[in-house]
Antibody, heavy 123, light 111 residues
Framework: QVQLQESGPGLLKPSQTLSLTCTVS??????????WSWIRQHPEKGLEWIGF???????DHNPSLKSRVTMSLDPSKNRFSLRLTSVTAADTAVYFC???????????????WGQGTLVTVSS | QSVLTQPPSVSAAPGQRVTIACSGD????????VSWYQHLPGTAPKLLIY???QRPSGISDRFSGSKSGTSATLGITGLQTGDEADYYC????????????FGTGTKVTVL
């Protein structure tokens, strides 16, 4: 059973950079062609896809986040990371990491998720 | 604001059946596969349905999914108190630039 666990600072000031890490256990991040993903949930709101990094290193992200998002893989530690620059209060949310899978074109689904970590942006 | 619309809430008594609609358009549901997630606040969301109507191993057959045109539906039969949660649909949206989108979410209440 694959398990994911987010870690990172819970409180940031505006304009700082959010850095989160997702540690994967129960499976290698390099096998099975997964899309290692980040998803967030603003307070009292729904889910928002942030982006993914494919096991090969290519990535894609929500265009609404423009160029603020960077994702990376660390196979040696079986983990992947998210960086979001120039944060504002609008980035306050619970951040989830998840494993994405795709069986065919037009398909992406998230079969394992972390518990989520709350990140608050406040001066 | 999501491009996939769900009813804010649905409710039913234990043992009853509920359905949750997810309405989109030809740039998302109409062209791509839909997945469904159950989320109890404070916990990890759980994949219930993928590829429109497929259940992952370990998911009860009380949960079912379907898709027709630009809408998808999640059905829950034999409603249980443990089913009380938020439910989200999700799929790719191909409006340039493409992005994965989740539905607005539906709160299921067991009366």
């Amino acid at each position: 059973q694959v398990q994911l666990q987010e870690s990172g600072p819970g409180l940031l000031k505006p304009s700082q950079t959010l850095s989160l890490t997702c540690t994967v256990s129960g499976g290698s991040i390099s096998s099975g062609s997964p899309f290692w993903s980040w998803i967030r949930q603003h307070p009292e709101k729904g889910l928002e896809w942030i982006g993914f990094i494919y096991y090969s290193g290519t990535s894609d992200h929500n265009p609404s986040l423009k160029s603020r998002v960077t994702m990376s893989l660390d196979p040696s530690k079986n983990r992947f990371s998210l960086r979001l620059t120039s944060v504002t209060a609008a980035d306050t949310a619970v951040y989830f990491c998840a494993r994405g899978r795709s069986n065919t074109e037009g398909d992406l689904h998230f079969d394992f998720w972390g518990q989520g970590t709350l990140v608050t942006v406040s001066s | 604001q999501s491009v996939l619309t769900q009813p804010p809430s649905v409710s039913a008594a234990p043992g009853q059946r509920v359905t949750i609609a997810c309405s989109g358009d030809t740039s998302n549901i109409g062209r791509n596969f839909v997945s469904w997630y159950q989320h109890l606040p404070g916990t990890a969301p759980k994949l219930l349905i993928y590829d429109n109507d497929q259940r992952p191993s370990g998911i009860s057959d009380r949960f079912s999914g379907s898709k027709s045109g630009t809408s998808a539906t999640l059905g829950i039969t034999g409603l249980q108190t443990g089913d009380e949660a938020d439910y989200y649909c999700g799929t790719w949206d191909l409006n340039l630039p493409a992005s994965f989108v989740f539905g607005t979410g539906t709160k299921v209440t067991v009366l």
